[in-house]
Every structure is written in structure tokens, then in C-alpha cells.
């Protein structure tokens, strides 16, 4: 079973009810400055690699299983992966004790196919042809979980938007706001509640040079497809925009930001040696971009979204090296 949604921005109503309703069960992630030395910015990171699995994904899938009643979850719930949402949705079945199964590809992070299948969790590997075509809401009349969209959920998006509202609680002046851009859920959930707060901030999507379908479609006016090739950074970048996405992305996104494989595996060895902070690749890929991007000024913050990497990749990591695809 799957719901057809039209995603829209979420309000500041539905971000602080999403936020009250994950409060009993989730810690607030701190921000924190970085002095890089920098003359024309402060860097913050916000580090949702702190939340209970690692990543920012717990929000979205928590508040999305807490607002469907009972009659919806009867056969459990699914949802399609890269790998952070189904280990987050895999934590939010656990935690409503209902079954769970995730739609992944079996190259994604070995750490996290893992970490769905240790909280119960049941991974069906699918091709990432199959996969692309789950996630831009092809019908599967076959399921009989709810298939909870990972992108263009309503509660989704408003779960995301809980980041921002701590943003601009905790830094109220931010200035501008770097988020790793997958789908685009995160990116338009956080830019929603900040640009409610704060229209003056600016939020950029930050994209790998391996695929970034949300320059190509700003410079185009339009959604394009872009040549994609393979990289150790699993979770952001696509063969092109999601059609329901767009709307939001011209509405709510100021610009973005493309960095090179070795700009994120230097942010990452960065965000280790000088904060102790393990982040996988989308995870450093926003400090990555406020440490190279000229349009990132004032107070930045990185949204560090994710820190579940693979342990070789992330020895290689440590070297100095770039890790195969």
C-alpha cells in the first residue's frame, strides 16, 4: 500500500507539533562552532550524528509512524533507502512495535543495512533502477506494508523542519544554513522552518560533482538529467530532481553548492582531527561547501547530517584517500 502525496511547505505549526511529538523519545542535537580561522565566516555544526542512530533520518520516520493511526500500521510499515531513512524508520517500528521492511540496494553502506536488519528490520534488495522508481512514487499495489516515501511525505518534511526550528533557537542570527541534498526533504524541511524564523537567512543544497540535479535544474529553470557516476558518497545526488520536489526547491532554496569528492574527504579528516566527529561523506559534505563556497558568509551552519560509514572507507578516509565507489 503507498499514499500519493502533493508535498508542500510544511507551516511552523506543523514543525513545532512535530517537534513536541518526537521530544518524549528524542534528545535535542547540539550546535557547536568550528573556528577555522576564517575572516568572513563562523562556522557551526549541527550534529544529528549524535541522534540515536547516527543520522538525521530518525525525525522524519518517527514523526511519520506517530501520525498514522493504528488502521494504517496494521501490516507494518516500509520505505525506500540509500540507507539512513530505513534505519530510522527501522528504529521508529521498534519503537511502535510494528513490522518494518526496507527497499535498499545492495551496494548501499554495509553499516547500515546492518544497523535495520540488528533493530528488526527486513532489507529487500532491490536494483537502483527499482529503487529510483520507488522513490518517485511509482505505484506497488503488490505491498501490503505502507509505503511511507522517503522525499514527499508531509511528515516527513515537517520532521525535517524540526533541525531548523533548533537552528534558529539556539543561533539566531544564523546567517546562512548548508544542507546535504539527497531527495530534497531535508533540505526543504529545514529551509521552511528557517526562512519562517529568519526570511533573511539563506539555506543552499549542497551537492557532490558525482550528481547534482538541483544546479543543473537552477541553472536550467527547469528539471534536467544529469550524467551521474559512481562514489563512496552514497546518499546525496541523482540522475535528476524529483517532479514533486521542484515547487519547494524554487520556492525555499537560495542557491547550491557543488564540492569535489576530495573537498568532502578533507572536511571529513577536518571534522575528526579537530572535533572528534565521525561523518560520512553527505554528512561533511555542507563543511565542505562553507569552507570552499564564497557565497557562504556570516554565521554558517552545517548540518552534519550523518556519521554511518563503513569502517574501511573510512581508514582510507583517514589517509588522506578516496574511497571506491
Request: some cysteine; aromatic content about 4%; hydrophobic content about 45%.
Amino acid at each position: 500500500m503507498i499514499e500519493k502525496t502533493a508535498p508542500r511547505r510544511p507551516t511552523l505549526d506543523e514543525v513545532h507539533a512535530a517537534r513536541d511529538r518526537l521530544a518524549p523519545h528524542l534528545a535535542r542535537t547540539p550546535l557547536i562552532p568550528l573556528d577555522l580561522g576564517l575572516p568572513d565566516r563562523q562556522i557551526f555544526l549541527k550534529l544529528e550524528t549524535l541522534s540515536p542512530i547516527g543520522a538525521f533520518k530518525i525525525r522524519p520516520a518517527l514523526n511519520a509512524v506517530l501520525t498514522r493511526d493504528a488502521t494504517a500500521l496494521r501490516d507494518g510499515v516500509a520505505t525506500v533507502s540509500s540507507g539512513n531513512m530505513a534505519y530510522g524508520m527501522a528504529w521508529a517500528a521498534r519503537r511502535v512495535g510494528i513490522p518494518m521492511a526496507a527497499y535498499m540496494y545492495a551496494d548501499a553502506p554495509k553499516a547500515k543495512i546492518d544497523g535495520v536488519q540488528k533493530l528488526g528490520g527486513e532489507v529487500r534488495f532491490i536494483s537502483h533502477e527499482a529503487w529510483w522508481q520507488y522513490i518517485t512514487d511509482a505505484e506497488r499495489p503488490e505491498l501490503t506494508e505502507l509505503l511511507i516515501n522517503p522525499v514527499t511525505d508531509q511528515a516527513v518534511l515537517a520532521g525535517n523542519g524540526t533541525i531548523g526550528l533548533e537552528i534558529v533557537e539556539d543561533l539566531p542570527e544564523v546567517d546562512c544554513v548548508l544542507t546535504p541534498y539527497g531527495g530534497g526533504s531535508l533540505t526543504s524541511g529545514v529551509a521552511s522552518a528557517v526562512k519562517a524564523l529568519r526570511p533573511e537567512a539563506k539555506v543552499f543544497a549542497v551537492e557532490g560533482e558525482h550528481a547534482a540535479p538541483v544546479t543543473a535544474a537552477l541553472a536550467a529553470g527547469r528539471i534536467v538529467d544529469v550524467e551521474t557516476t559512481p562514489a563512496f558518497i552514497k546518499s546525496i545526488g541523482g540522475p535528476s530532481l524529483l517532479p514533486q520536489m521542484w515547487p519547494l526547491v524554487r520556492e525555499l532554496i537560495d542557491g547550491s553548492a557543488v564540492v569535489t569528492l576530495a573537498q568532502v574527504v578533507e572536511a571529513m579528516r577536518l571534522l575528526f582531527a579537530r572535533a572528534r566527529i565521525v561523518a560520512e561523506g553527505a554528512g561533511a559534505a555542507a563543511l565542505a561547501a562553507a569552507m570552499t563556497n564564497p557565497h557562504a558568509t556570516g554565521n554558517v551552519v552545517c548540518i552534519v547530517s550523518g556519521g554511518n560509514i563503513d569502517a574501511e572507507d573510512y581508514m582510507q578516509v583517514l589517509r588522506g584517500e578516496i574511497p571506491s565507489a
